[in-house]
């Protein structure tokens, strides 16, 4: 029995080394930087200037993108992910669904600023359907489709996973006891599958408000997310400080939204 | 069963696929327009691969992304598939507080993860480029594996290991010959994943790469931020065969390995 503790301890140093250098240090490292003003003093000056309008007008807008951007990709990745499952070789349509997730994020991006520009594939279309030329580029609209463009495999993944592995006799028996399909759908499936939903919410959600590259590239600097605002912080204004000030709030609401899924998961079991 | 054969569902399928496709199909049909936009078909031309080719920079810029995503994949999944056994093996509430730990970086949004890593590397006074770029992949990448792992680890019954010690295996033996065979399908799906999280990730690799050292992503970044140019197309198509290569790849050895894995589902 000892030298299976020893095993196991064995098996977890480089694990935990990691876990104290790459998650742990940096964390307390940004909480640091946030008590440190431009001039490098340490003060509060950065969480007064958060609880400024600009700011807090600046979070608010962030955390509706991305609110918008989860409830779009989970509206359109649901019934993908339910309709594949019922697809012969089920296992290759999830991979060519997942094959667009590993061409490079930003040749994505690029791809619709062609797409979207003012003579792009997209305007042509609304020209022969009526509509007329739009600027479509740096708009809410790109910004929002784009990203639930990219982040759509994501979500289809985690609820995927979770309906495939729903044991098709809990189904028969909902069928053998009268349930119609729509009842069997919503008493059986989908509270079976709603950790997978969750996880491709926490997927999603999060990631969504820290697009800088999208919002530099797609909306042209008309949609500030968090995201942005600490890249700026960072490598433009070189404010340390202010950037690991929001940067604390990031990962205060990461932590509200990790203890809410796994709360509610405890609550379902 | 019904539903196989619904129009409506096949259709909605295939209009996922079709959105899914276009922008990329979109960017390799305009790598070969000799008009220089992506609007406007002007005729046939294998210029922007050539001036591609003729791009040693560029060649070089690719062959760190690669050595950059490989390496970065192996090493993280041998932490993470050693890691999850670990994880196994603590009691209950141990492991919900090592799994918490574990999230923090899958769901850290990337700007906080290149914006710690940057503070962390320059507190330690460690010089950007190359190494800095392959830890930050390598500790973004380590979570994950463990998320691929530990569910086939919980899939694999206790009485086995039991089983296997009690005809005297030792420590080495259980890992090599009943731990690994068992979760191989989810050690693939880690490493792929890996790879797919270093080629594809941009935000942490902008923060802690310096000034001599770059990736495929952030090399895009500052000529997309340019404007059109249809290099980048031309890069594209050769960068989605290469992907398709890695898919069938992948497929064919997931099939081989799945034929273990069929006979758990039945």
């Known amino acids: ?269 | 069963m019904k539903k196989k054969s619904s129009p409506f569902a096949n259709l909605f399928l295939i209009i996922i696929f079709l959105i899914l496709y276009a922008p990329i199909f979109y960017l390799i049909f305009y790598s070969f327009n000799s008009g220089g936009t992506m609007s406007g078909f002007d005729g046939f031309t294998l210029d922007w691969y050539q001036e591609l080719f003729q791009d040693t920079r560029l060649f070089i810029i690719v062959l760190n992304t690669i050595v950059v995503a490989l390496l970065s994949a192996l090493i993280s999944t041998i932490i993470g598939v050693f890691g999850a056994i670990a994880i196994r093996s603590f009691k209950k509430k141990q492991q919900n507080t090592l799994l918490s730990l574990n999230n923090v970086l899958i769901v850290s949004p990337d700007v906080i993860i290149g914006a710690s890593f940057l503070i962390l590397f320059t507190i330690a006074g460690f010089r950007l480029g190359f190494y800095s770029v392959l830890l930050s992949h390598i500790a973004f990448s380590v979570p994950i594996v463990v998320l691929m792992v530990l569910p086939k680890l919980y899939e694999m019954s206790p009485s086995l290991l039991d089983a296997a010690r009690d005809l005297g295996a030792n420590n080495w033996q259980v890992l090599t010959k009943v731990i690994l065979p068992y979760i191989t399908p989810g050690v693939f799906a880690g490493f792929f994943m890996a790879l797919t999280y270093s080629l594809d990730d941009f935000a942490v690799t902008f923060f802690v790469t310096g000034n001599g050292f770059s990736t495929l992503s952030v090399e895009i970044y500052s000529m997309a931020r340019q404007g059109i140019s249809l290099n980048i197309n031309a890069l594209s198509t050769i960068l989605f065969l290469a992907t398709i290569l890695l898919v069938v790849i992948y497929y064919f050895i997931t099939q081989r390995s799945g034929t273990r894995g069929v006979n758990f589902r039945k």
């Open chain 1, 1 to 269: 029995m000892n030298n299976h503790k020893l095993t196991r301890n064995l098996y977890m140093v480089p694990y935990a080394v990691w876990i104290l250098l790459f998650v742990i240090a940096p964390i307390l490292l940004v909480i640091y930087y946030s008590f440190i003003d431009i001039q490098g003093n340490f003060s509060f000056a950065n969480y007064e200037k958060f609880f400024t309008p600009v700011y807090l007008k600046m979070t608010l807008s962030s955390f509706w993108y991305a609110f918008l951007i989860t409830l779009f990709s989970l509206l359109v990745a649901y019934p993908t992910a339910y309709l594949l499952t019922k697809t012969k070789h089920k296992q290759l349509w999830l991979l060519l669904i997942i094959v667009p997730s590993w061409i490079n994020l930003l040749l994505k991006a690029y791809a619709f600023i062609g797409i979207f520009g003012t003579y792009g594939v997209a305007n042509s279309f609304l020209e022969v359907i009526g509509i007329g030329t739009q600027q479509l580029l740096f708009t809410d609209f790109s910004f929002i489709f784009v990203s639930v463009y990219i982040f759509i495999p994501f979500m289809i993944l985690p609820i995927f996973n979770a309906i495939d592995t729903i044991n098709p006799v809990l189904l028969d028996a909902a069928r053998d006891l009268g349930a119609s399909k729509w009842d069997t759908f919503r008493r059986v499936v989908f509270p079976l599958t709603m950790n997978g939903v969750k996880s491709g919410i926490q997927i999603v959600f999060i990631p969504a408000l820290s697009l800088f590259m999208l919002t530099r590239l797609i909306a042209g600097n008309r949609v500030i997310t968090l995201g942005t605002a600490i890249e700026q912080h960072f490598l433009v204004t070189q404010d340390w400080g202010m950037g690991a000030t929001i940067a604390v709030f990031l990962i205060i609401a990461m932590f509200l939204i990790m203890f809410l899924t796994s709360g509610f998961r405890k609550r379902g079991a």
